[in-house]
C-alpha cells in the first residue's frame, strides 16, 4: 500500500510529495475500506502543494482531493456498500492513495458500468462548470456564452453542459491547435486571444447579446471578456491562471454596468442544502454514465509514479486530464 504524502510545501511541487508505504486498518463497524480507481490531478491540487491555493490541510498531508474507489470490505454495521461496489471519494480525503478507510456516510455510490476513470473527476470540475452556467444568469435556449481557458477541464465540461442545455459557446484559448479538438468536442466558436478579440468576437456571433463570461484566467484577459459582454452583463471570475487579479475597467463597469463574480465551489457547498447536493451530482453522475459528458485524459501514473505524475501536470501544455490510479 502507498499513499503520496508531503510533509511541506515549496515553489517545485513534485519536491515536496512522494510515495511512502503504509497498512490500511481494517474499517470499524461503520467505516469501509476502499481501493483506489482513478483520481485526476487538478490545479488546484498543484497550487496546495506549493502553498497557493485558498484553503491549506495542515502537514503532513495526502495529496489529491477527488476520486472513484472499489470497496474492498465494509464494516459489521455497514449495509449500504458490498465489496466490488464503485463509490465517489470524499471531497478533500487525500485521494493519491492506493487504499482509503474512512466512515461509510462519507462515500456516495456510482452507477454500475460506468468508467471510473470518467466517474473519478465528478466531484469538482463538472459542478463548477454546471453551476456557474445556471447560478448567475437566468439564461435560455439559443443563449451565448463566452468562457476563456476552454480547453481547461471546466471549460470542456462547460462546452458540453451549454450544449446539452441548448446555449452556444464562444470559447478563448491560447493557441492555434486547440481550435479544432474544440470543436469537436462542440464548441459553436473557438478564437485565439489577443488584443482585436471583441472585434472577432461580435462578428463570429453576429453581434450577439452576450450575457455571461466566464474567467479562468485573471490579469488582462478578464477585461477582454468584459469587453466581449453587453451591458449588465455579469463575468464570473473562478481562477488565475495568468498568476494576476481579475482586472476590468472602470469604462466596463461604469458605463457597460458590468458586475463582476467570484465562484468557489467549496463555499456553494456551504451554502446549499444536502438535497441540492445530491440532484447535481446525481444529474452530473448519470451524464457521465452515459456517455454525454466526458473529459479527455493525457496521461495516468500509478501512486508510486507521483513525482513525475505532478510534474507533468504541473508543466501546462497538456491535451486532457493527468489521473492517478492504484
Known sequence: MLKAEYKERGPVPQ?????????????????????LQASPINPSDVLTLTGLYGILPPLPAIGGNEGVGKVVSVGEKVEHFKPGQSVLLPVGIGTWSTHIVAPAKKFIP??????????????????????MLSEFMPLKEGDWVIQNAANSAVGNYLIQLARLRGL????????????EPLTKAGADVVLVDG???VKRVRKATEKAEIQLA?????????NRLADCLASQGTLVNYGMMSGEAAQVSSANLIFKD???????????????????QQALYNELAMLIATGKLKAPIDRIYKVAEIKDAVAYAAQGERNGKVLITA
Open 214 to 222: 466566464i474567467d479562468a484566467v485573471g490579469g488582462t484577459a478578464s
Open 168 to 179: 452556444k459557446t464562444v470559447n478563448i484559448v491560447r493557441r492555434e491547435s486547440l481550435i
Open 15 to 35: 519536491d515536496v510529495i512522494e510515495a511512502v508505504e503504509f497498512t490500511a486498518p481494517a474499517p470499524q463497524h461503520d467505516e469501509i475500506l476502499v481501493e
Open 258 to 276: 458590468i458586475t463582476v463574480k467570484g465562484f468557489w465551489l467549496a463555499i456553494w457547498f456551504q451554502r446549499a442544502t444536502k438535497e441540492a
Open 195 to 197: 488584443d482585436d478579440l
Open 110 to 131: 456510482l452507477p454500475d458500468g460506468a468508467d471510473p476513470q470518467q466517474l473519478s473527476m465528478l466531484s469538482i470540475n463538472p459542478p463548477t462548470a454546471s453551476l
